[in-house]
């Protein structure tokens, strides 16, 4: 199968003809990709409508940080300690869980959600001081890494200082009271149909980004928030400086919010590649998913993920979601067409270790140390990948220049096999979603020809004649052109 550009049609007639001739298409996906600018010319910044998308994102991965976690200190200064293991791995972004201060009313716990703000422009003293966090971006920035902050603006707790000084920012219930959120009564809605409440949110942002020089933002329930609010905020935002900005939704189920964000999230492929291994579905279930997510185009971008702060504290872990096909899913979410998305001890892994949400809870690093490199199993699988994905111009995301073809194979019941290629660099991803030992197959796909490198094991492979593959239980290959 075929995932193409539509920008030559006697091009994708010619390439369907000779699949249908061949018998080896599936079916075909078709992608409404935005032409390049200028392909000669390298852009800082790729533009789509009124949406300028930094260069950087398209070959970017996220690292949650879960600062309270993270250390048993739970502060700015002691996580500065690991961002050279963090560089060594591969983690080009990092993504701060809120760091504002939690509100004190209804709060949940011994500590209370980062979700259930008391201050916009004030940093959690549990963490730190405003200048610790000054001071962690400006480490960051000369290590090479972004920041983006995690930004809730749907609600806020119930203690925000907005409840005394303009309580017209909220929604209210019929009897007068503030409105909480469904199932969640430690927070309350803003209204925003009120223009102060949007003025004030966006000066708020501006704080962020003019006091503390932040690359952008990961926006908390973006699309429970009128998408004309972000359509708003986000020039102006932008004019301070280029931003990237993640948002909490579905864009196959909130697709104007697309228009707006560089990037959101997967969460129907989350849940149903749970179902899939639970409950022994077809994998072709699977694909046609994909190709519901590749015919947005790429004007904007998926975050594919395998676990986050919400998951694993609510739902399990990867392993106790996905077991054996964990590994599996997170080689294709560092692979596919879009953005990585990591949790923090991911890298350990965190196989039975939910964290707690309300309390202190911290990651159980080996030795007892988050910027210690003994242990730690997964840190050369994710280096291995998150560099690949990084450095190999066939693995940007949201980049037309980039074709990704499903390779048809003599066991599509249980492979999925991909190659990903932008003019001479091809990326080969092969990956039994399956539990059959000792699988042998064949890929019968003419697109995949030549001399490629194991990227794990740097052993090279000629697949100009022998496409031949023997994986065991859900295994996986990554192989890049030579």
Same mark, same amino acid.
């Given at each position: 199968?075929? !995932?193409?550009?539509?920008?030559?049609?006697?091009?994708?007639?010619?390439?369907?003809?000779?699949?249908? #001739?061949?018998?080896?298409?599936?079916?075909?996906?078709?992608?409404?990709?935005?032409?390049?600018?200028?392909?000669?010319?390298?852009?800082?910044?790729?533009?789509?409508?009124?949406?300028?998308?930094?260069?950087?994102?398209?070959?970017?991965?996220?690292?949650?940080?879960?600062?309270?976690?993270?250390?048993?200190?739970?502060?700015?200064?002691?996580?500065?300690?690991?961002?050279?293991?963090?560089?060594?791995?591969?983690?080009?972004?990092?993504?701060?869980?809120?760091?504002?201060?939690?509100?004190?009313?209804?709060?949940?716990?011994?500590?209370?959600?980062?979700?259930?703000?008391?201050?916009?422009?004030? !940093?959690?003293?549990?963490?730190?001081?405003?200048?610790?966090?000054?001071?962690?971006?400006?480490?960051?920035?000369?290590? +090479?890494?972004? #920041?983006?902050?995690?930004?809730?603006?749907?609600?806020?707790?119930? +203690?925000?200082?907005?409840?005394?000084?303009?309580?017209?920012?909220?929604?209210?219930?019929?009897?007068?009271?503030?409105?909480?959120?469904?199932?969640?009564?430690?927070?309350?809605?803003?209204?925003?149909?009120?223009?102060?409440?949007?003025?004030?949110?966006?000066?708020?942002?501006?704080? %962020?980004?003019?006091?503390?020089? !932040?690359?952008?933002?990961?926006?908390?329930?973006?699309? %429970? #928030?009128?998408?004309?609010? %972000?359509?708003?905020?986000?020039?102006?935002?932008?004019?301070?400086?280029?931003?990237?900005?993640?948002?909490?939704?579905?864009?196959?189920?909130?697709?104007?919010?697309?228009?707006?964000?560089?990037?959101?999230?997967? %969460?129907?492929?989350?849940?149903?590649?749970?179902?899939?291994?639970?409950?022994?579905?077809?994998?072709?279930?699977?694909?046609?998913?994909?190709?519901?997510?590749?015919?947005?185009?790429?004007?904007?971008?998926?975050?594919?993920?395998?676990?986050?702060?919400?998951?694993?504290?609510?739902?399990?872990?990867?392993?106790?979601?996905?077991?054996?096909?964990?590994?599996?899913?997170?080689?294709?979410?560092?692979?596919?067409?879009?953005?990585?998305?990591?949790?923090? &001890?991911?890298?350990?892994?965190?196989?039975?270790?939910?964290?707690?949400?309300?309390?202190?809870?911290? !990651?159980?690093?080996?030795? &007892?140390?988050?910027?210690?490199?003994?242990?730690?199993?997964?840190?050369?699988?994710?280096?291995?990948?998150?560099?690949?994905?990084?450095?190999?111009?066939?693995?940007? &995301?949201?980049?037309?220049?980039?074709?990704?073809?499903?390779?048809?194979?003599?066991?599509? *019941?249980?492979?999925?096999?991909?190659?990903?290629?932008? +003019?001479?660099?091809?990326?080969?991803?092969?990956?039994?979603?399956?539990?059959?030992?000792?699988?042998?197959? *064949?890929?019968?796909?003419?697109?995949?020809?030549?001399?490629?490198?194991? #990227?794990?094991?740097?052993?090279?492979?000629?697949?100009?004649?022998?496409?031949?593959?023997?994986?065991?239980?859900?295994?996986?290959?990554?192989?890049?052109?030579?």
């Amino acid at each position: 199968m075929i !995932i193409f550009r539509k920008t030559n049609r006697m091009r994708v007639l010619y390439l369907l003809l000779v699949s249908i #001739v061949m018998g080896m298409v599936l079916g075909t996906l078709s992608c409404k990709l935005m032409p390049r600018k200028d392909s000669k010319e390298k852009q800082t910044v790729m533009t789509t409508g009124s949406k300028r998308t930094p260069e950087w994102a398209h070959s970017t991965n996220i690292y949650e940080v879960n600062v309270r976690q993270y250390t048993p200190e739970g502060t700015f200064n002691a996580f500065a300690a690991a961002l050279p293991r963090l560089k060594e791995m591969g983690v080009q972004t990092l993504w701060f869980m809120p760091v504002t201060p939690i509100a004190k009313e209804k709060s949940k716990g011994t500590l209370g959600s980062y979700y259930a703000c008391s201050d916009y422009t004030a !940093i959690n003293p549990e963490f730190g001081t405003l200048a610790d966090f000054q001071h962690l971006v400006q480490q960051a920035h000369a290590m +090479g890494f972004k #920041v983006i902050i995690d930004w809730v603006a749907n609600h806020t707790g119930w +203690g925000h200082e907005w409840t005394k000084t303009h309580p017209d920012y909220y929604l209210h219930d019929s009897d007068g009271s503030f409105h909480a959120a469904s199932g969640m009564d430690d927070i309350i809605e803003l209204n925003y149909k009120n223009p102060g409440l949007r003025k004030a949110m966006i000066d708020a942002m501006k704080f %962020w980004v003019q006091n503390t020089d !932040i690359d952008g933002f990961r926006c908390d329930l973006a699309s %429970w #928030v009128e998408v004309d609010f %972000w359509q708003e905020a986000r020039p102006q935002l932008d004019a301070l400086k280029p931003l990237f900005w993640l948002g909490e939704f579905d864009e196959l189920e909130n697709p104007e919010y697309g228009k707006v964000f560089d990037a959101s999230y997967s %969460w129907k492929w989350m849940h149903q590649t749970e179902d899939f291994f639970k409950q022994h579905q077809p994998l072709a279930g699977l694909f046609e998913l994909l190709k519901q997510y590749s015919s947005i185009g790429d004007s904007s971008m998926r975050a594919w993920f395998t676990s986050n702060h919400d998951e694993n504290s609510w739902n399990g872990t990867e392993y106790e979601k996905y077991g054996d096909l964990a590994k599996p899913l997170a080689v294709f979410s560092c692979t596919w067409n879009g953005v990585p998305l990591l949790y923090s &001890g991911q890298e350990i892994p965190l196989k039975d270790k939910r964290l707690k949400f309300f309390d202190k809870d911290p !990651i159980p690093w080996p030795a &007892g140390n988050a910027a210690g490199k003994e242990g730690l199993a997964l840190t050369d699988f994710y280096k291995t990948l998150l560099t690949l994905h990084a450095g190999n111009p066939a693995l940007r &995301g949201g980049d037309p220049a980039v074709t990704t073809y499903k390779l048809t194979t003599s066991a599509d *019941d249980r492979i999925l096999a991909y190659l990903r290629k932008n +003019g001479a660099s091809e990326v080969l991803v092969v990956l039994n979603f399956s539990d059959a030992k000792g699988l042998q197959f *064949d890929i019968n796909d003419a697109h995949l020809t030549g001399s490629f490198k194991n #990227v794990f094991t740097g052993a090279a492979n000629d697949f100009t004649s022998s496409k031949h593959f023997n994986m065991e239980p859900y295994g996986f290959l990554v192989y890049e052109k030579r």
